[in-house]
């Protein structure tokens, strides 16, 4: 007898286990590598006479910062924007070339709720 009440309180001590285990995982917000990521890149297009900058997530490029905003903006609450440039600069770079146009738009990142990654000298 004392067997099966020992046998059965250990069932029973598993399934709360399991079921309080799980109650916990739900409630835990996602780990980081769980999150989309998505990758930033900065292309120089030197075939005119005065280099031109595209600004690319994923497979999409746009030419100015807030066209690339406003696509980074519909982007996933909780996302991960990553960028990695390099450290070879030409001048007038969008956002590199200002630390005030940087610190906004890590603020518009955060205000969406992305989270931005930036690599110094990818």
Not at 17 to 40: C, D, G, H, R, V
Not at 97 to 118: N, P, Q, T, Y
Request: proline share 5%; charged share 25%.
């Amino acid at each position: 007898m004392k067997a099966l009440v020992k046998r059965s309180f250990i069932y029973i001590l598993t399934i709360v286990i399991f079921f309080f285990s799980f109650a916990i995982a739900q409630q835990n917000p996602p780990m980081q590598s769980e999150l989309k990521k998505y990758t930033m890149q900065l292309i120089y297009i030197f075939d005119r006479d005065q280099t031109e900058y595209i600004l690319v997530l994923g497979q999409a490029g746009f030419r100015t910062l807030e066209a690339f905003k406003k696509q980074v903006a519909k982007l996933p609450h909780g996302s991960l924007l990553e960028w990695a440039p390099s450290c070879v600069r030409f001048g007038n770079e969008p956002l590199l070339s200002s630390e005030r146009d940087m610190d906004e738009f890590k603020e518009f990142c955060k205000s969406k709720g992305i989270k931005f990654i930036l690599i110094p000298s990818g």
